[in-house]
Every structure is written in C-alpha cells, then in structure tokens.
C-alpha cells in the first residue's frame, strides 16, 4: 500500500513539475503533440508517376529528346492514406529499336533506365508486376509508327516502402508546410 501511496506521490511531484495547469504550457503541449502527429502520419508521394533517369540509343544519351518525363508532375503528388506507403522501384529495360533510315530499316540497342512511385500498401516486386511494367513501356514507346521497340528485357528493383523523403523528383520543401505554421504557432505562444 505504501508503494502505491509513494508512486502516486511521485506522480503528483512530476505534474506538478510540468504545470499543464498553465495554459500557456497546456497549449504548447497540445501543439507539439499535434506537430509529432502531422509529422509521422502521413508518407508525401508522386502518385502513379513513372520518370526517365537514362535514354541511351546505341551508346548515345538521348536524354534531352525526352526531359519532359524526367520529372513528375506537380499534379501527381499527394499525401498517401493512412496505412499507406509511396511505393519506389528502379526499372531498368533493354530493348531494340527499329527506324527505317533511307528507305531501310535499321535496327539499334535502347537502354532505359528508369524510376516509379506510387501510394499503395508495401508490397514485394514480383515477375507478374514487373511483367505489366514491361507491358506499359511497350505500349509507351510504340506510339509513333515511325520507331518500332522489340525484344524488351526488363529488370525491375526491389520495391522501397518509403516513409520518409520519398519525393522522386522536383524540388522538395525542407519542411512540410504543416510543419513551418505549427513552429510559427508555438513561437506566438511563447
């Protein structure tokens, strides 16, 4: 009973100590409880955003032919829900490229180098993904009638459950905006 009657007392000395009876403190606490809930909650993504990091043909960089699609849209980023992750994997495809030049057709190596993020639940990559990611960049490169890609072999990476920095690509904030007006509430506080 005496071991109850000190731990309690105990207690009572250390809510004493940090006053939250104050309401200047009581609110700097609500607000860094709500500053360490916006910073772990949510995981900011590229939703559904494929980039190019490397287009080579025949041993040439073509990356400027195609620097629309080294960065993401801005439209494409959001905060994954809750329970969810922004899923990243390196793809990396080998391919043959034919092109009629002077009335024949003359067929090069493609390399392709390139990067995926998405919110999802974690996941592990699989041959049937990375089968479907092969099927999309086909179709992808087939658009023009002019260029025909064949013979693809596709290797995709391990699938990265970030939680943490997972931007791809664009300009990153150092701090989330939710972040900079909970430190600027506390410091009016103060």
Same mark, same amino acid.
């Given at each position: 009973?005496?071991?109850?009657?000190?731990?309690?007392?105990?207690?009572?000395?250390?809510?004493?100590?940090?006053?939250?009876?104050?309401?200047?403190?009581?609110?700097?606490?609500?607000?860094?409880?709500?500053?360490?809930?916006?910073?772990?909650?949510?995981?900011?993504?590229?939703?559904?955003?494929?980039?190019?990091?490397?287009? @080579?043909?025949?041993?040439?960089?073509?990356?400027?032919?195609?620097?629309?699609?080294?960065?993401?849209?801005?439209?494409?980023?959001?905060?994954?829900?809750?329970?969810?992750?922004?899923?990243?994997?390196?793809?990396?495809?080998e391919a043959k490229m034919t092109m009629e030049v002077d009335g024949q057709n003359s067929t090069v190596d493609a390399v392709i180098e390139g990067k995926y993020s998405g919110c999802?639940?974690?996941?592990?990559?699989? @041959?049937?993904?990375?089968?479907?990611?092969?099927?999309?960049?086909?179709?992808?490169?087939?658009?023009?009638?002019?260029?025909?890609?064949? @013979?693809?072999?596709?290797?995709?990476?391990?699938?990265?459950?970030?939680?943490?920095?997972?931007?791809?690509?664009?300009?990153?904030?150092?701090?989330?905006g939710a972040v900079v007006l909970l430190v600027a509430l506390i410091a009016r506080l103060m």
């Amino acid at each position: 009973y005496q071991r109850r009657v000190r731990e309690f007392q105990t207690f009572q000395h250390y809510f004493k100590r940090i006053n939250l009876s104050n309401q200047h403190n009581m609110k700097i606490l609500v607000l860094l409880c709500a500053l360490l809930g916006v910073t772990s909650a949510a995981v900011e993504c590229y939703d559904d955003c494929a980039i190019m990091l490397e287009y @080579d043909v025949d041993g040439t960089s073509y990356m400027e032919l195609v620097a629309n699609e080294t960065k993401c849209s801005e439209s494409t980023k959001k905060m994954c829900a809750s329970g969810e992750v922004c899923a990243i994997f390196t793809i990396d495809i080998e391919a043959k490229m034919t092109m009629e030049v002077d009335g024949q057709n003359s067929t090069v190596d493609a390399v392709i180098e390139g990067k995926y993020s998405g919110c999802s639940e974690a996941y592990e990559m699989t @041959d049937e993904i990375c089968q479907g990611v092969e099927a999309d960049y086909e179709a992808g490169f087939n658009v023009d009638p002019a260029y025909k890609y064949h @013979d693809f072999d596709t290797q995709c990476g391990a699938v990265d459950a970030c939680t943490k920095d997972c931007l791809i690509s664009g300009s990153r904030a150092v701090l989330p905006g939710a972040v900079v007006l909970l430190v600027a509430l506390i410091a009016r506080l103060m």
